[in-house]
């Protein structure tokens, strides 16, 4: 079984795709390692990239700011994304890249052992809920495996493209909201 410390450092010397020979840091994760919610992203950008931590340019400011609406912070959660690694230009990460990383994910989930997943985004969605995932049919739906419950909000870059998305976006978080307050037992929401 991993520790965090020895699953993190790992993490941070892996090379197993191509992402490795651009990066500047490897984004491990940031956030509450007794969190019961955790949140996925899809991949670091630039600044993420600079900073080795998730969500810490223009869409990780709103991030917390959408948190903050319904009572949760950084140290309430725990935010990873499916690649560790800046993908150039911040396309999509690849398929072989996400297939490449998403252990890491899994290991990270083994160990915080979550209540409730929220996916940020088509991207996450479709790797953790289910392939043909529609964010804009099924964002804010709900979805149990294995025992955890696993929803998907538009993902805050969208949200600063679109503004028109942040009403149905509420809607979700204060569902997340009640959801947490039902299955969480030591987070205060
Ligand atoms: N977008 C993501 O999906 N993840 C980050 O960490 C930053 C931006």
Known sequence: MDTWESLK????????????????????????????????????????????????????????????????????????????????QNRDPLNVEQDACIDWLRRQAALLRPKIIVCLGRVAAKAIIKDNFRITQEHGQWFERDGVQMTAIYHPAALLRDVHKRPATFEDLKAIQAKARELCEHTEI
């Open 9 to 88: 450092e790992e993490c941070l010397s892996c090379r197993s795709c191509s992402l490795a020979e651009t990066r500047h840091n490897v984004v491990f994760g940031d956030g509450a390692r007794s969190a019961e919610i955790l949140l996925i992203g899809e991949g670091p950008g630039q600044h993420e990239d600079e900073q080795g931590k998730p969500f810490v340019g223009r869409a990780g400011k709103l991030l917390d700011e959408m948190l903050e609406m319904v009572n949760l912070d950084r140290t309430k959660v725990y935010i990873a994304n499916i690649v560790k690694c800046r993908p150039p």
